[in-house]
């Protein structure tokens, strides 16, 4: 059974906006850093965004930055993933993933980090 379940991928123009959201299917995410990555076509997966446990802090990798924003509201046992001002680029599947432990504020980047994946979710962005 998947620990995350990720949703909002689509198809969406050049400019364009989408929200990816991880719910926590079976424990509950507010201990856990999570993580945004994402793969394309014949590419390694990738580091996208992470958010610590209580949200405080937060990272992107230089491709996204100023146009992603990785949240968490803790009530609803869902992170998100704002992607706005979308390139052809940003194509790929998008996957989120959470720690197996408490992290405290500790940022994670690495695919080895993570212990529990979701089955990812495409994006497309496309004229």
């Known amino acids: 059974q998947l620990q995350v379940v990720e949703s909002g991928g689509g198809l969406v123009q050049p400019g364009g906006s989408l929200r990816l959201s991880c719910i926590g299917s079976k424990d509950n995410l507010d201990t856990y850093a999570i993580g945004w990555f994402r793969q394309a076509p014949g590419k390694a997966r990738e580091f996208v965004a992470t958010?610590?446990?209580?949200?405080?802090?937060?990272y992107y990798a230089d491709s996204v930055k100023g146009r992603f924003i990785i949240s968490r509201d803790n009530a609803k046992n869902t992170v998100y993933l704002q992607m706005n001002s979308l390139k052809p680029e940003d194509t790929a599947v998008y996957y989120c993933?959470?720690?197996?432990?408490?992290?405290?504020?500790?940022?994670?980047?690495?695919?080895?980090?993570?212990?529990?994946w979701g089955q990812g979710t495409q994006v497309t962005v496309s004229s």
């Open positions: 958010i610590t446990w209580s949200g405080g802090s937060t």
């Open positions: 993933a959470r720690r197996g432990s408490f992290s405290g504020g500790r940022i994670y980047l690495r695919v080895e980090d993570y212990d529990y």
